[in-house]
């Protein structure tokens, strides 16, 4: 536990300045060109998470300590396989698999390699012996974690079926307002909103709000490709004759459902939150976190944290860790 605790705060220290030197500034220009939905500001915001959130040395104690059966006696080869819609999503995997004690086999997405292969590279020079590779395909592997749309967690079940596996689909995210919200949580329910183009799960794209209020809410989303989606967007919607409310680069759709369309966020209203919280139980197998400050859920997060997670805000509700501390 020790060695991982100083092995990913050291990895920590040294992302601490992502983006501030000629090498790390390249990464990102090939991370970008990757993926044409990363932006440079995207690519930090990540890196930045990471450092704050899952790479401090009291923080990753306190978590580790909560699993004393671990590291694992007997170490597995874990296969990680990685989404690449946001920047560097698949790290926390990573993490988990290392830390536990297992020797974690990388398969990176094609749209988010640049970044984790330089994060692997950082790793393992911090110290050559860390249990971690990219995956060649080959090479036999005791279970795996992997993490893509709900048609690739079909195939995943089918083609890992006799290993343990963590397998996750699609989820998403909703926020509930009081009405009562501040001019800097309804800023942080933007970034809630717009963080990554809205590509990820824990990214809000359906509002509870209470009977006739409607929160002034400004797009954030900087990616043209986001904006291109919008006018599209709207013009199918003013085609259409359906009512909505432009925010000069996302449109609001009164809907009960998760919008299928990105640059679209959907919301609707309710007279009490008992019903709020009787639609979230109904639906929490759809859902990653809830941002509210008014209504209980065991993954609410605070207005401006959704894409801030901590080390045990596991994706899907499911610990990764006890995962890993089974096989």
């Not at 990363?38 to 909560?66: H, N, S, Y």
């Not at 409607?214 to 954030?220: I, V």
Request: net charge neutral; charged share 25%.
């Amino acid at each position: 536990m020790k060695n991982a605790i100083k092995l990913f705060s050291v990895l920590g220290e040294r992302l601490h300045t992502f983006g501030c030197d000629d090498t790390s500034r390249r990464v990102i220009a090939q991370a970008c060109t990757e993926n044409g939905w990363f932006t440079p500001d995207d690519i930090r915001r990540a890196v930045k998470a990471l450092c704050d959130e899952m790479l401090q040395e009291e923080t990753l104690g306190r978590w580790l300590e909560l699993y004393p059966t671990l590291p694992v006696a007997k170490p597995r080869r874990v296969l990680v396989i990685m989404a690449g819609n946001i920047p560097l999503v698949g790290f926390f995997d990573l993490l988990c698999v290392v830390a536990s004690g297992h020797r974690c086999l990388v398969k990176p997405s094609a749209k988010d390699s640049a970044l984790m292969l330089h994060v692997i590279g950082q790793l393992l020079d911090i110290d050559p012996e860390t249990a971690v590779e990219q995956y060649d395909g080959t090479a036999p592997v005791d279970a795996v974690i992997a993490t893509g749309s709900d048609n690739a967690n079909r195939y995943f079940r089918a083609r890992y079926a006799g290993i343990p596996a963590l397998l996750r689909g699609s989820r998403q995210s909703v926020a509930v307002l009081s009405g009562r919200e501040t001019a800097a949580e309804l800023s942080g329910l933007e970034e809630d909103i717009f963080a990554y183009s809205g590509l990820g799960c824990r990214n809000v794209s359906l509002l509870f709000l209470p009977r006739g209020y409607m929160p002034e809410l400004r797009c954030t989303a900087l990616n043209e490709k986001y904006r291109r989606n919008y006018l599209r967007e709207r013009a199918l919607l003013r085609m259409c004759r359906m009512p909505f409310v432009d925010l000069d680069g996302a449109v609001l759709c009164e809907d009960r459902s998760f919008p299928a369309a990105l640059s679209r966020i959907h919301y609707t209203f309710y007279d009490s939150l008992a019903d709020v919280e009787a639609w979230l139980a109904a639906h929490d197998d759809r859902l990653q976190c809830v941002v509210s400050q008014c209504v209980r859920h065991s993954r609410r997060v605070a207005f401006g944290r959704a894409q801030h997670p901590g080390l045990t805000d596991y994706a899907d509700d499911v610990d990764t860790m006890r995962f890993l501390g089974t096989i």
